[in-house]
């Protein structure tokens, strides 16, 4: 089957960007693979085993549907964690498929009891403490009770971690937030080594963590964007610019290239009004290129008049409101248009580059969720 357009993950920007965040943290963490809303965005499918590829064998995800994809799509070894959604009737079966999960909360932690129990086999779990982000966690009024249900059931429960997640590390105005956050966390450890009940790691790291402070790095990394070659945040970028090597100033790089083709050409007059409405008038008589995708494909509105797309490596910019299926582009600088010709939507041609952060006007943090509303049925194909 034919689609509209086509997304290409790369193999070596991967690789490179794994090697980078090793060079971080050291030989001791394990890096897991946030892979979370399809791999923001890149595909659950595909990622995986790219990530084997470089070593990395462990993997987080939101939600059990997406945990089950990774077992699908890994082989072993592998760890698979869930850190956020599941049903509390699926526990059982979680726990037969090996998958470990996050406890937050007490019916959570005793339903994993009772299921253990049943099937006479250990539910694999990881202790979320509230240390200050307030989604979810233990609280530290909790604790003693924690802990005896902990101690009472060591013999249904594999401790595989303890771990908190921090409320925003990419930006320096959080910073003593998460120092905070940092203090708090040894407040727990603490807690419980000195009631001699002890985890397989200790983990709170995103990447933004994980680049911009190095006691939070403990046993494991949970890496999600900076692994799809993102900076969470140009200031997460601005801050550890300085520490790196002059001739590797851009260490990460991006895994993702979207590209369609022309459909079609259209000429229109000078004073034609192009697509739906009036939101665009021709100044001059112009060439246009229709490109079949649209905001149902995850080219949003607010690219109307704004975005631009590379063809026969020149920038070529949106006419118009995008549709739902579809978008003009103005190509009459080009010299001679075809239909069928690539068109890069993200990516690189040339000399030239659409960023993904090109497709928002203001927060970086735009990437994560302009990523993750590529729609799954895009294919996506792995290249080198
Ligand atoms: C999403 C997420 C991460 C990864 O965050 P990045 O900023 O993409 O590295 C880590 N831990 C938890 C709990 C998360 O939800």
């Known amino acids: 089957m034919h689609h509209t357009s086509s997304l290409e993950i790369s193999t070596s920007a991967y690789l490179q960007n794994v090697e980078f965040i090793r060079s971080r943290i050291g030989v001791k963490p394990v890096i897991s693979a946030v892979v979370k809303g399809n791999a923001y965005g890149h595909g659950i499918a595909q990622l995986v085993p790219i990530a084997e590829q470089a070593g990395v064998h462990?993997?987080?995800?939101?939600s059990s549907d997406e945990a089950r994809e990774v077992l699908k799509n890994s082989s072993q070894p592998r760890e698979i964690m869930i850190m956020g959604m599941l049903h509390l009737d699926e526990i059982r079966d979680l726990i037969l498929l090996d998958i470990q999960f996050f406890v937050f909360d007490f019916e959570r932690l005793e339903q994993a009891i009772e299921a253990a129990k049943t099937l006479k086999q250990k539910a694999k779990i990881h202790v979320e403490v509230e240390t200050g982000f307030r989604r979810t966690g233990f609280e530290w009024d909790?604790?003693?009770k924690l802990l005896k249900l902990l101690q009472d059931n060591h013999s249904h429960l594999e401790l595989k971690g303890l771990c908190?997640?921090?409320?925003?590390?990419e930006s320096a105005q959080n910073h003593t937030r998460i120092l905070s956050q940092i203090a708090h966390f040894e407040r727990y450890k603490g807690f419980f080594s000195q009631?001699?009940?002890h985890f397989e790691r200790l983990h709170t790291a995103c990447s933004a963590a994980t680049l911009l402070f190095p006691e939070t790095h403990m046993d494991l990394v949970r890496v999600g964007i900076a692994g799809y070659g993102f900076w969470p945040t140009r200031e997460t970028f601005e801050l550890i610019k300085n520490q790196l090597l002059p001739e590797n100033r851009n260490p990460l790089k991006r895994l993702l290239t979207w590209k369609t083709q022309i459909m079609s050409l259209k000429k229109?007059?000078?004073?034609?009004?192009v697509g739906y409405g009036k939101s665009y008038q021709a100044h001059n008589d112009m060439m246009l290129a229709i490109i079949p995708v649209g905001y149902s494909h995850g080219y949003g509105r607010n690219l109307s008049n704004h975005g631009q797309v590379l063809i026969s490596g020149i920038?070529?910019?949106?006419?118009?409101?995008v549709n739902m299926n579809a978008?003009?582009?103005?190509?009459s600088h080009l010299i001679h248009p075809q239909a069928g010709e690539e068109v890069i939507l993200i990516g690189n041609q040339g000399e030239n580059e659409i960023t993904v952060g090109s497709f928002a006007e203001t927060s970086d943090l735009v990437n994560y969720e302009m990523l993750t509303r590529l729609p799954s049925q895009i294919p996506r194909i792995i290249v080198d």
Do not use: M, W
């Open 327 to 331: 978008v003009a582009v103005d190509v």
């Open 195 to 197: 009631n001699n009940l």
């Open 142 to 144: 909790d604790r003693e």
């Open 315 to 321: 920038y070529c910019p949106v006419i118009g409101t």
């Open 58 to 62: 462990h993997f987080s995800t939101f």
């Open 268 to 273: 229109v007059n000078a004073g034609d009004y």
């Open 164 to 169: 908190t997640h921090f409320a925003g590390a």
